[in-house]
């Protein structure tokens, strides 16, 4: 069965970290750009972070520039997000994504979106 799984989310309080994991099955991640998206309610989903296949590249969006951290395990079919100083504002559901032909900009920006994968969602909650 081809799936991305999504785990990792919580309840912190402010300033504190969490870190999601990102596990492919039925397919290898090695290929793809993965990128970690959220949405909050009411608001459209936003890319968060976002991971080249050989890692040489990463994308961050301003918001969480210096507070979070993209990596990916390719021999361990997996990506991760680790999340610091969180804020209320970082609550959301986080998703991953595992796309082709994409460059990490293009796909933290959804601006060219290639064959790909969803994860299922995991949620975030920061208390103030």
């Known amino acids: 069965q081809v799936q991305l799984v999504d785990s990792g989310g919580g309840l912190v309080p402010a300033g504190g970290s969490l870190r999601l994991s990102c596990a492919a099955s039925?397919?290898?991640?090695?290929?793809?750009?993965i990128g970690w998206f959220r949405q909050a309610p009411g608001k459209e989903r936003e890319g968060v972070s976002c991971i080249s296949s050989s890692a040489a590249n990463t994308y961050h969006a301003d918001s969480v520039k210096g507070r979070f951290t993209i990596s990916r395990d390719n021999a361990k079919n997996t990506a991760y997000l680790e999340m610091n100083s969180l804020k209320p504002e970082d609550t959301a559901v986080y998703y991953c994504?595992?796309?082709?032909?994409?460059?990490?900009?293009?796909?933290?920006?959804?601006?060219?979106w290639g064959p790909g994968y969803w994860g299922q969602g995991t949620q975030v909650t920061v208390s103030s």
């Open positions: 039925g397919f290898a991640l090695v290929d793809y750009t």
């Open positions: 994504a595992a796309v082709l032909s994409t460059t990490v900009q293009d796909m933290c920006l959804m601006t060219q």
